[in-house]
Every structure is written in structure tokens, then in C-alpha cells.
């Protein structure tokens, strides 16, 4: 018996503190300069994520068009795609994230935050701050062990 307790006190500790990943996914990628990025805009997300999607790409330098034609990755170069959710807990907070870069209809680059991964507290963070981080995740401007630390910290 107190090895079940045992087991189960174990399992709800790690579970309550967060030891899962917060990077689920990266498939880093390049985006050529010399080309338009378009940015599918994903109109059941929150407006904030395509702002700062686009604020990112414009202070890197990039120029981009936005979208809404979420079927026809294809006939473009360079797309960006994109969805976040939110979660309530306490308050509304951003719980996913998942940023694409296709070629075509090639996915070359992907980018999937889970924040409940930060654990406690930590997934309250700024969702515009995480968005950028997984921007600069994305396309080489930090790595997988930077992006975990510093998007728990945003």
C-alpha cells in the first residue's frame, strides 16, 4: 500500500510541475530574403498571433502579404501558417502554439509550444513574447534549449 501512495504521490508531482516539454516540435527552417512571405491568416485565431507574426518578419527585415486563403498553401513560395488556442485557468492564457513555413505544398519548417510545459505559474506568460520566441525558434535564431527556458520566462 505505501507503494502505491508512493507511486501516486511520484506521478502527481511531476504532473502538477510541469516536466512535460514545451517545444513539442522543431523543424527549423530559412526563409529566403529575396522573396514576399505570405502569412495564411488564420481567422479563428486571435488577431494578436498574426500581429505578431508580422511584426516579427518586419523587424527582421522581411516583406510579407497576409492572406486569407487557407486551402491554397500551395501556389505559394514561402507561407507562413499558423493556429494558438487558449485555455482558462485562474485566466485566459495561451496554451498552444503551432507556427508552419511551407514551400509549395511542402511543410519545410514547424514549430508546436505546449506552455502547460512550463508548469505552475509559468504557462501565464506574454503570448505576443512567446509568439516571436517561436518565430526566432523557427527560423534558426535561437535553439530548442533557449526557446524552453526563455518562453516559460516570457
Known amino acids: 500500500m505505501k507503494k502505491l501512495a508512493s507511486a501516486v504521490a511520484i506521478t502527481s508531482t511531476l504532473l502538477l510541475s510541469g516536466c512535460m516539454t514545451v517545444v513539442q ?6 526563409l529566403e530574403t529575396n522573396k514576399t512571405v505570405t502569412v495564411i491568416d488564420d481567422t479563428r485565431t486571435r488577431d494578436g498571433v ?6 516579427w518578419l518586419t523587424k527582421q527585415g522581411y516583406q510579407f502579404e497576409v492572406v486569407e486563403t487557407p486551402n491554397y498553401v500551395l501556389e505559394y513560395d514561402q507561407a507562413i501558417v499558423y493556429q494558438a488556442n487558449w485555455a482558462w485557468d485562474i485566466t485566459t492564457y495561451m496554451r498552444y502554439a503551432d507556427i508552419s513555413l511551407y514551400n509549395k505544398n511542402n511543410r519545410i519548417g514547424n514549430v508546436r509550444v505546449d506552455t502547460v510545459g512550463c508548469g505552475g505559474f509559468g504557462k501565464f506568460g506574454n503570448a ?3 509568439i516571436s520566441l517561436s518565430m526566432d525558434l523557427l527560423f534558426k535564431k535561437i535553439d530548442t534549449k533557449q526557446a524552453e527556458k526563455l518562453i516559460c520566462k516570457a
Open 25 to 30: 516540435n522543431s523543424q527549423q527552417a530559412s
Open 50 to 55: 498574426r500581429d505578431s507574426i508580422t511584426g
Open 128 to 130: 505576443a513574447e512567446r
